[in-house]
């Protein structure tokens, strides 16, 4: 029940918008609204404070101490999933993670510039917060980029794992797709409820201009919102 709330309160505060340093509900009007009692919304908030998204001040109220408007709200800047979110105070987790060897098709020979039938690395990754998916990661590398990668390197920020091997992604070329999930896919990447999905789809690049790397990237519009500046010339 705990673990429950603490998943709706957290949902409020994407739903209400609401921005760092602003006030919550008290824990009674939580408890009401929640219809759940004061001692579960009490535990639930206790355990939001230890992870740094609630701040409590004694005789002031309960305080947003993130700011979730901030997922991913300069698209303009190439930042992983785990940048956008550390920057909100918001520790991602892999929930699940899946690697397996392909073959490149006609397409993906043509996006990453190798042969068709060149062996490549796909790699799926379910990530998010508290039990909740905020993100959804498919990745295809060529072979040997990925040769030496550990667990850790599969389950945690992938332009990092590059980078300590010498591999620095400078630019990618994004496509921006909005996706309504149909329900087995939702239900495969663990969305708890059928939401519009915000696809980015990327080819990255490193500072010769070699293709690094073709991703799609799913993101759950209930935690990321984009923003970019247009300008006329």
């Known amino acids: 029940m705990v673990s429950q709330v603490k998943k709706e309160i957290l949902n409020l505060v994407f739903r209400q918008r609401l921005a760092k340093g602003e006030r919550?509900?008290?824990?009674?009007?939580?408890?009401?609204?929640?219809?759940v009692?004061?001692?579960?919304?009490?535990?639930?908030?206790?355990?939001?404070?230890?992870?740094?998204?609630?701040?409590?001040?004694?005789?002031?109220g309960i305080y947003l101490a993130i700011d979730p408007r901030s997922l991913g709200k300069n698209i303009a800047q190439l930042k992983s999933a785990t940048e956008m979110a550390q920057e909100s105070g918001i520790h991602l987790e892999t929930f699940r993670?899946?690697?397996?060897?392909?073959?490149?098709?006609?397409?993906?020979?043509?996006?990453?510039?190798?042969?068709?039938?060149?062996?490549?690395?796909?790699?799926?990754?379910?990530?998010?917060?508290?039990g909740e998916m905020a993100v959804y990661l498919e990745d295809i590398l060529t072979k040997e980029l990925v040769a030496d990668f550990t667990p850790s390197d599969w389950q945690g920020s992938l332009f990092n794992a590059l980078e300590k091997r010498?591999?620095?992604?400078?630019?990618?070329?994004?496509?921006?797709?909005?996706?309504?999930?149909?329900?087995?896919?939702?239900?495969?990447?663990?969305?708890?409820?059928?939401?519009?999905?915000?696809?980015?789809?990327?080819?990255?690049?490193?500072a010769t201009g070699r293709v690094v790397a073709f991703s799609k990237d799913y993101y759950n519009s209930k935690y990321f919102r984009f923003e970019v500046v247009r300008k006329r010339i």
């Open 97 to 130: 993670w899946r690697v397996e060897e392909i073959e490149a098709d006609q397409d993906l020979a043509e996006k990453l510039k190798v042969h068709p039938g060149t062996s490549l690395v796909f790699l799926a990754r379910v990530r998010g917060f508290e």
């Open 166 to 206: 010498g591999i620095f992604i400078t630019h990618s070329l994004a496509q921006i797709i909005p996706y309504f999930p149909e329900e087995h896919f939702a239900k495969e990447i663990g969305l708890t409820e059928l939401v519009p999905l915000l696809v980015l789809e990327h080819l990255h690049f490193d």
């Open 37 to 60: 009692s004061t001692t579960t919304v009490r535990e639930a908030i206790r355990s939001l404070e230890q992870l740094h998204v609630l701040e409590v001040k004694q005789g002031k």
């Open 24 to 35: 919550l509900f008290s824990i009674d009007e939580l408890a009401r609204f929640l219809s």
